[in-house]
């Protein structure tokens, strides 16, 4: 039922599926319906147009009624194009599985084998294959279905190369199971889907490719029909009486339309990611569906400010409330903290500042987020681009997945400065080596003509902090940039965040799980925890004296070198499910201090100052602080 409620939710898929379904439907029914008998010839009633008594579509050449002989070859090219695709695909996964499994010499016997036929066009190939074995519709259904086994074959053994060497098929391997064994249970449920998907796309090519045949002469026999011998047939009429040639042309098409359009919806509704919308294409800007009135500017000082920020993913049937009203200010020049678990919404709260949260599934459904007092949720494409990377500036986690593979990193950085300043090529380039040098690269010069794959994790890192100040933007926003870096280069990293910070002016918002990194480069931090900030504050308070018990247990988790031996702390349970957030605190659930009134309404962020607290229970009792 699933899988059709997702094909159903593709609307091109599903007109592809019910106008297959009704032509199969009236193909099969066809000998009960009363028509005549599609290979009896009336001479005397040839080439009758459509609509003729007795005859809803006319009649051919020889007089034989069109629709008759429509049905009864639209069943017969749907049956040899549907059992081609099925011994295609039924050889072509066994030879991939094979080659893909056992590698080696027989991957590499097979597969140039199968490069040997793909070197053959596969018309040609196939229309030598017919020859060989002779007309006939049989002889055709074979020559379609070899000339797509090499197709089948190396999609397969692609597939299977990546599973050869899983720890999955590791642990059946130390289990004792055979090659056998394992490619039946291990390697070909896994590859089914892409068998079916293969299926689905290629069906449509199977029954052109055999009505191409038939129209030679190759395939069906007369007085037997399919839809290519009709065509055939007609050819010689095509100018005096064309509805002999676009009835059964109608058809092809038709059929093949439709299941190409189904064929799409099944692997949308086979592929997991692209079920879940993760690979579709998203839309230039984040989705808003603002429900609430916009609020009004608080600070005009700060020249980053978020207020009651929601930003919600929209998958099915479910809403995932991601971020739930996320209110924070950053001034000139400061640092601000956002640390919490993972799945606390704080990298989708970084991405919604500029619209870069992907629709689908993402919608800002609430709150403003404002760039020098500047509302820019929903904000005009075009001014969004002017700003992402200019005035705002993202360093992300991955260097090596921001940075594109297939470019110098100092072309990406020059780039970078020419799509926001009109400016030569020759002084983006000098700048891109400039901020390389900035970023303490040693050898910018000749480091500027490396690709990404060449450098260090830490220098792709020191190019994302280049491209992100490559325009001197007045807020970066760095996503755990110094997650996947040895503490040497973190420090390094973190020391030139900081030098920069000071010397421009920088504000800078950094998301981290590392209370460390919080406690040597930031001024403020907020902690995050179900989509909402929990506790703010100076960095030095928060630390010393965690109000919320949130803040407290993640402090505790934190292990002490020097210390003496302790228990090392851990959070029992797990974060809540944002679809199925509960009334009042979302940590309840896991704090020991939690009481029934914990459990009920909305629990405000408030406190005196620059420190708040979302608790009625607080583990410290806060005073007014002033900001660090």
Not at 140 to 161: D, E, Q, S, Y
Not at 191 to 219: C, K
Not at 430 to 438: G, W
Request: with cysteine; aromatic share 4%; charged share 20%.
């Amino acid at each position: 039922m699933q899988f059709l409620s997702l094909i159903a939710r593709n609307r091109l898929a599903a007109a592809g599926g019910i106008v297959l379904v009704i032509v199969i439907a009236l193909a099969l029914i066809s000998p009960l319906l009363p028509l005549p008998d599609p290979d009896v010839t009336d001479t005397a009633n040839r080439f009758l147009l459509p609509g003729a008594e007795g005859h809803l579509l006319g009649t051919d050449h020889l007089g034989r009624d069109l629709a008759a002989r429509l049905m009864d070859g639209t069943r017969l090219s749907l049956a040899v194009g549907f059992a081609a695709a099925f011994f295609a695909a039924f050889f072509g996964a066994a030879i991939g599985i094979i080659a893909g499994y056992f590698g080696g010499r027989t991957d590499n016997l097979i597969m140039r084998a199968v490069d040997m036929l793909m070197a053959f066009p596969y018309i040609l190939l196939a229309l030598a294959i017919v020859a060989a074995l002779g007309p006939g519709l049989v002889n055709a259904l074979i020559a379609v279905a070899a000339v797509n086994i090499p197709f089948f074959a190396r999609n397969i053994r692609g597939v299977t190369v990546g599973l050869a060497n899983k720890e999955f098929v590791d642990a059946a391997r130390l289990a004792g199971l055979g090659h056998t064994r394992i490619i039946l249970t291990e390697i070909l449920p896994n590859v089914i889907p892409v068998i079916v998907i293969a299926m689905s796309t290629t069906i449509g090519w199977m029954i052109l490719e055999t009505a191409g045949l038939s129209f030679l002469g190759l395939g069906s026999q007369p007085p037997q029909a399919d839809l290519g011998s009709m065509l055939g047939e007609a050819r010689g009429a095509l100018i005096t009486n064309p509805h002999t040639s676009i009835v059964p042309g109608a058809m092809i098409l038709v059929i093949v339309m439709g299941i190409n359009l189904l064929g799409d919806g099944v692997r949308d509704a086979l592929d997991p990611r692209l079920r879940s919308g993760a690979l579709t294409r998203p839309m230039a800007a984040t989705q808003v569906r603002r429900k609430g009135p916009v609020p009004a500017s608080e600070d005009a000082e700060a020249v980053l400010e978020l207020q009651g920020l929601q930003t919600q993913f929209h998958v099915k049937d479910r809403i995932y409330k991601a971020v739930g009203g996320v209110s924070i200010k950053v001034a000139p020049g400061e640092c601000l903290g956002v640390i919490g678990e993972s799945g606390s919404g704080k990298s989708v709260t970084a991405l919604s500042v500029m619209g870069l949260v992907a629709s689908p599934p993402g919608v800002i459904t609430g709150g403003a987020a404002r760039y020098k007092g500047e509302d820019l949720v929903g904000a005009p494409y075009d001014h969004l681009r002017r700003l992402r990377g200019d005035r705002v500036a993202y360093i992300f986690q991955d260097p090596l997945a921001t940075l594109h593979p297939l470019y110098k990193v100092g072309d990406q950085l020059a780039e970078a400065i020419l799509v926001h300043h009109k400016v030569g090529k020759a002084e983006a380039r000098r700048r891109a080596v400039d901020l390389l040098k900035q970023v303490r690269i040693p050898n910018a010069q000749s480091r500027a003509d490396s690709y990404p794959h060449e450098m260090s994790g830490g220098m792709r890192q020191r190019v994302g902090i280049a491209m992100a100040l490559a325009n001197d933007p007045d807020v970066i926003i760095a996503d755990e940039p110094t997650t996947a870096l040895d503490v040497t280069v973190q420090a390094q990293i973190l020391s030139l965040l900081n030098d920069l910070r000071r010397e421009r002016g920088l504000a800078i918002v950094f998301i981290t799980h590392d209370f460390g990194v919080v406690a040597q480069l930031c001024d403020r931090v907020a902690v995050m925890y179900a989509g909402r900030i929990v506790e703010t504050g100076p960095t030095e308070a928060v630390l010393d004296a965690p109000a919320h018990p949130y803040t407290a247990r993640l402090i505790a988790c934190v292990p002490e070198l020097g210390g003496g031996r302790r228990r090392l702390e851990a959070i029992p349970g797990l974060p809540p499910a944002v679809d199925r957030l509960e009334p009042g605190c979302a940590f309840a659930p896991r704090c020991l201090k939690a009481q029934d009134a914990c459990r009920q309404g909305e629990i405000p962020l408030e406190g005196p100052g620059a420190r708040e607290v979302r608790c009625l229970y607080p583990e410290t009792e806060l005073k007014s602080e002033g900001v660090a």
